[in-house]
C-alpha cells in the first residue's frame, strides 16, 4: 500500500503480535497490508498518507453519528477538563444507567464495564452464580469477545463435548460450552431434555453479526425464551453490536422478545472503550456487594466514557437517528440491489436497518454453515477493488458493514458507482 502505511506497518510487526491490537485489522487473506489511519471525520477517514476513503467500518460499530460528531467530542473535552476518572461514583454514572433502564425495559439493574467481552463475560458469571448451574448453550458463528468460555463453536459432536476455537482455552472450560446451529431450536429441546436441570443460560446475539450478517427466522427468538423460562435457564442476549443500533430498544425491541440478561457495548461508548450489563434486578443483585457473584472495575463507569456514551446516545434520539439509518439504509440497499442485478452477480445481500452484508454465494445464508458457502477469492477482490477506489468495507466476508447518521445521499451514489464497477470487474 503507500509507503508510510508500509513503514509503520514493518515497526509494528516488530513490537505487536502481527503488527495490530485485533486480529482482523491485519487484512489476512487479502493479499495487502492494512493502512494507516490519521484522521476521521463524518463518514470519512483519512491515512496516513492523505488519501481519503467513504468508511462504512465506523470503528466496528461505535460510530454511529459517524466519526468526531462535535457533540461527542465537545463532551469529552468538558468531562476531561474536569477529570478523567476518579473511582468513586460520578452523577453520570446514574444519568447512563437510567438512560439504559428507560430505553432496554429488560434491563431493571446495570452494570458498566470496559468491553463488550467484559459484559458477555459478566453475563456468564452471574447467570452461574444466580441459576447455580454450570453449562452454557451458545450457538455457532455467534461471536461474544475473547471470553473463555464463550471461544468455542464446536462441530458435529457438539452435543456432548465443546472443543475450544483457542489454544489456552481448558477442554475442561470448553465441555460446559454447548455450541449448536443458529435457528435450530429442536437441537435447543433435545439438548435442554439432555440436561434438564444443569444449563445455566442460552447466550446469543439475536441477529448474528459476526458471521457475517443473518438473521432468526420467525419463532426461534421466542421458542429460545420459552425454552429458558421452562428449563430456569436464562437468556441472554448479546446485544454489543445491535444494542441503540437496529432500534433504540436494540434487537429485543425490534423482536418483542425479553431477555433475562443482556450485554451491551459499541454504540454505547461513543468510540470510547466502555461495555455495560444489565437484566432483571433479582438477577443482578446477585452482584457484589449485595450478592456472592464478585465483578468489578477500575475504570468502570469513568466520567470520560460516561459522557461521551450519554452524548452520542441523546444526540440520536434528538435527530430521530434511527429513521434516518432505515432511510439511508434502504437507498444503500436498493443501489446494492441494482448493481447485483445490472452485472448479474449471484450473492446475497442482508440488511437491517444501518447494518448490512454482502455474501458472495448465491444459496441463501441462514447460519454459519451457509455463510461459509461464500467465495472468498470473489470477496478479496471485491474488497481490493472498492478500497483502491476510495471505498472502505469491512476487511472480510464475516463482518458487518454500518451506515452512520453521517452519511450522506452523495456518498452513497458514490459507494454504488464504485461498487458497480468491481462487480462488473
Ligand atoms: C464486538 C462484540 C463483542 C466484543 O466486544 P469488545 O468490546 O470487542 O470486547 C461481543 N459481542 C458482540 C456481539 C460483538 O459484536
Not at 453519528?65 to 461514583?89: D, K
Not at 434487537?251 to 450489563?277: S, W
Not at 450478592?291 to 466514557?305: D, F, I, M
Request: hydrophobic share 45%.
Amino acid at each position: 500500500m503507500s509507503t508510510q502505511s508500509a513503514e509503520l506497518f514493518a515497526r509494528a510487526r516488530r513490537r505487536i503480535p502481527g503488527g495490530v491490537n485485533s486480529p482482523v485489522r491485519a487484512f489476512r487473506g487479502l493479499g495487502r497490508e492494512p493502512f494507516f489511519v490519521e484522521r476521521a471525520q463524518g463518514a470519512n477517514i483519512w491515512d496516513v498518507e492523505g488519501k481519503k476513503y467513504i468508511d462504512y467500518v465506523g470503528t466496528w460499530g461505535p460510530a454511529i453519528l459517524g466519526h468526531a460528531p462535535p457533540v461527542v467530542i465537545e463532551a469529552v473535552q468538558a468531562a476531561a477538563a474536569r477529570g478523567v476518572s476518579f473511582g468513586i461514583p460520578n452523577p453520570l454514572e446514574v444519568e447512563m444507567a437510567e438512560l439504559i433502564c428507560r430505553w432496554v425495559p429488560s434491563i431493571e439493574k446495570v452494570r458498566m464495564v470496559n468491553s463488550g467481552t467484559e459484559a458477555t463475560m459478566s453475563c456468564v458469571r452471574l447467570a452461574r452464580g444466580f441459576t447455580k448451574r454450570d453449562r452454557i448453550i451458545k450457538f455457532e458463528g455467534c461471536y461474544h469477545g475473547h471470553v473463555d468460555a464463550l471461544l468455542v463453536h464446536a462441530g458435529s459432536g457438539a452435543l456432548t463435548h465443546g472443543q475450544p476455537d483457542s489454544a489456552g482455552v481448558p477442554d475442561e472450560f470448553a465441555r460446559l460450552t454447548i455450541a449448536l446451529p443458529f435457528n435450530n431450536l429442536a437441537a435447543v429441546r433435545e439438548t435442554f431434555a439432555k440436561w434438564p436441570n444443569e444449563i445455566a443460560a442460552v447466550i446469543l446475539e439475536p441477529i448474528p453479526a459476526n458471521a457475517g450478517l443473518y438473521f432468526p427466522q420467525a419463532g426461534f427468538l421466542e421458542g429460545l425464551r420459552e425454552e429458558c423460562t421452562k428449563h430456569g435457564a436464562l437468556l441472554i442476549f448479546d446485544e454489543v453490536m445491535t444494542g441503540f443500533r437496529v432500534a433504540r430498544g436494540g434487537a429485543q425491541e425490534l423482536y418483542g422478545v425479553r431477555p433475562d440478561l443482556t450485554a451491551l457495548g459499541k454504540v454505547i461508548g461513543g468510540g470510547l472503550p466502555v461495555g455495560a450489563f444489565g437484566g432483571r434486578a433479582e438477577i443482578m443483585d446477585q452482584l457484589s456487594p449485595l450478592g456472592p457473584v464478585y465483578q468489578a472495575g477500575t475504570l468502570s463507569g469513568n466520567p470520560l466514557a460516561m459522557a461521551a456514551g450519554l452524548a452520542q446516545l441523546r444526540e440520536l434520539e434528538r435527530i430521530d437517528g434511527w429513521k434516518l439509518l432505515e432511510e439511508l439504509g434502504a437507498r444503500f440497499e436498493q443501489a446494492t440491489r441494482d448493481s447485483l442485478g445490472e452485472t448479474g452477480t449471484a450473492a446475497v445481500f442482508h440488511r437491517v436497518g444501518s447494518m448490512f452484508c454482502l455474501f458472495f454465494t448465491p444459496n441463501p445464508v441462514t447460519d454459519l454453515a451457509s455463510a461459509k458457502d461464500s467465495d472468498p477469492g470473489k470477496f478479496a477482490r471485491f474488497f481490493n477493488h472498492c478500497l483502491d477506489a476510495g471505498v472502505y468495507f469491512a476487511p472480510s466476508q464475516f463482518e458487518t458493514g454500518f451506515l452512520s447518521t453521517a452519511h450522506t445521499p452523495e456518498q452513497l451514489d458514490e459507494t454504488a458507482r464504485v461498487v458497480r464497477a468491481a462487480l462488473a470487474s
